[in-house]
């Protein structure tokens, strides 16, 4: 409404001042043209900032039978068998390089003037839980990325890094912090708790207790794969 008001007083302008007929012409032709672009303008500004606003989302956790500096180790390994570069700041926490991102959704228009590079990576650290047991925590940081994408850019559906970094661990499994006689270090298969490595051990699932007394564990589900389990010779099946 204000564009077409704002023309009909030019036109009216023009007139009345009995202007030649080009160059009433030039002048609302010129107010029309400003007028269109200013609209445009102002619409896709809006858009264009929301549609750069960077976004943090999608964290993940895993828990594994490591203190943070051998966790954060095991996921720098983790990151260069995939060929991730990444940066350790001062603070111990990991930040990858951005990487582009592969969208399924057409870029705007305004993206050929503006680049817009859609693009992620991530930023991981390490908490402790205990003396011996930490949650790696991973956040993938996206730019110009939908929201309906985000999904595919977790570090657990783009490289299934909590997947590698579990299969390190079976290969290099953590110093053993139990005692060295009168009982034996058994390591946790996937999937198996207290009780079915009580049941596997010792022949009685019930023995999960006694085993979970002796290594400072409070049920039997308060462990992870591949976590040392110490059983004491007296509750071990007897050999035959």
Known sequence: MLAVHSLLMVFWLAVSMRRNFWTSWLLVSGVWVLSATGGCYVGNRHYTEH????DTA???EHVVDYPPADALQLTQDALRGDGIPFEVLPDN???TGWRPADINTPRPWFSLIIPQEPRYRYEIQAVPENDHRSKIIVNV????IPDDQLARYKASNRFALFKEIDELASR???KSRLPRSGGVNFTLL????LKALARRVTGNAENWSQIAKDNGIKSPTDVVPFENIWVRDSLLKPIQ
């Open 58 to 60: 999608l964290g993940e």
């Open 93 to 95: 926490s990991i930040v």
């Open 51 to 54: 549609y750069n606003a960077p």
């Open 141 to 144: 940081r996206t730019e110009s």
């Open 172 to 174: 290099f499994p953590p």
């Open 190 to 193: 996937p999937n198996e708790d």
